[in-house]
């Protein structure tokens, strides 16, 4: 079997961006083949062997990043990976491309289920792909405890970090789809002190607290939620995400991901009078899922189009 090699511990650098000093863990930079915090949340996978599994199960959207490193882990591991989503538009089965095409290269069966994306119906997904032995099934986003794994790592990192550097007080802040990354580091932080806080950007702060106690039902080990001011629908192009995003990439020379990251990086410049100590943002990667995004942000915005 082929070895993915995670480059461990990721750096963590410090930034200035408009008019504030951050540090950044590069999570980014984890491998070339993974993408960011789902590197993380399948550690486990690649960490332990797994020689009765099969086949790799999953569902959720059809240019999700987990869905594409999910599809790296079966193929590194000789499984089958089958995939359900809700829906996949004719113009991506004529153009496929981003984490979708990659995904298919890999090897990834793919087929269009509506029922396999609701949270409620997973026991019955489960029965519908006839679970057996030989397959493992792998909760959308990978929210499942075996994600605890890799991020207990990452907290380790983080606090090895810390106290080479003698930072006193110290919050992290991370934006938040599954809640699963944000969950775990707080759980392993918290002894330390260490103040984790994250915005919802799927769905609201209900959905982002459901997810955390699927997970946890210790209440003391969940971060800290921060809304954001406005309501934005996922996936959906906005022009400020879109400036922000720009923004960051010519101060700081840094790419972030188009989905997420505009939105964390505008609750945190919101919220800044919350912290006292120095702040932490965790880039999660992500940047294969830009292939998809970012066309249609130029196409959209680029000659300064206002027609949104
Ligand atoms: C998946 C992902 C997230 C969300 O991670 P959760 O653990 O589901 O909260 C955030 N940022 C990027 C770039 C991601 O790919």
New binding site residues.
């Given amino acids: 079997m082929e070895e993915i090699k995670l480059n461990l511990p990721t750096p963590i650098e410090s930034i200035h961006f408009r008019g504030h000093d951050f540090y950044l863990k590069r999570d980014d930079l984890i491998s070339r083949d993974f993408?960011?915090?789902?590197a993380r949340?399948l550690h486990y996978y690649l960490a332990n062997d797994f020689p009765h599994i099969k086949r790799l199960v999953s569902y959720g959207s059809n240019q999700s990043?987990?869905m594409y490193s999910m599809s790296v882990l079966a193929k590194l591991r000789g499984w089958d990976f089958e995939y359900y989503t809700d829906h996949i538009s004719d113009f991506l089965k004529k153009n496929p491309h981003g984490n979708y095409a990659k995904a298919l290269e890999n090897g990834m069966k793919i087929s269009c289920h509506s029922e396999f994306i609701s949270e409620s119906k997973n026991k019955e997904i489960l029965k519908q792909v006839q679970y057996d032995d030989g397959t493992l099934f792998i909760n959308e986003?990978g929210?499942d405890k075996e994600a605890s794994f890799g991020l207990e790592i990452m907290a380790n990192e983080i606090i090895d970090w810390q106290t080479e550097k003698s930072i006193q007080k110290l919050n992290i802040f991370l934006?938040?789809?599954?809640?699963?990354?944000?969950l775990f580091l707080q759980k392993y932080l918290k002894n330390n002190g260490i103040k984790v806080y994250t915005t919802p950007c799927v769905g609201d702060m209900a959905y982002l607290m459901k997810q955390f106690s699927l997970l946890e039902e210790d209440i003391s080990f969940h971060p800290t939620i921060i809304n954001s001011q406005k309501k934005w629908h996922f996936g959906k192009l906005y022009k400020e995400h879109y400036k922000i995003w720009l923004e960051l990439q010519k101060s700081i020379d840094v790419v972030f991901?188009l989905?997420?990251?505009p939105i964390g990086w505008q609750v945190l410049l919101e919220n800044l009078e919350k912290f006292r100590g120095a702040i932490l943002y965790i880039h999660?990667?992500?940047l294969l899922?830009n292939e998809s995004m970012l066309p249609r942000y130029e196409r959209r915005f680029k000659d300064n189009n206002e027609d949104n």
Avoid: C, E, V
Wanted: charged share 20%; no cysteine.
């Fill in positions: 993408s960011g915090n789902k949340k990043n987990a986003g929210r934006p938040s789809g599954t809640g699963t990354t944000a991901d989905l997420y990251d999660q990667g992500g899922g």
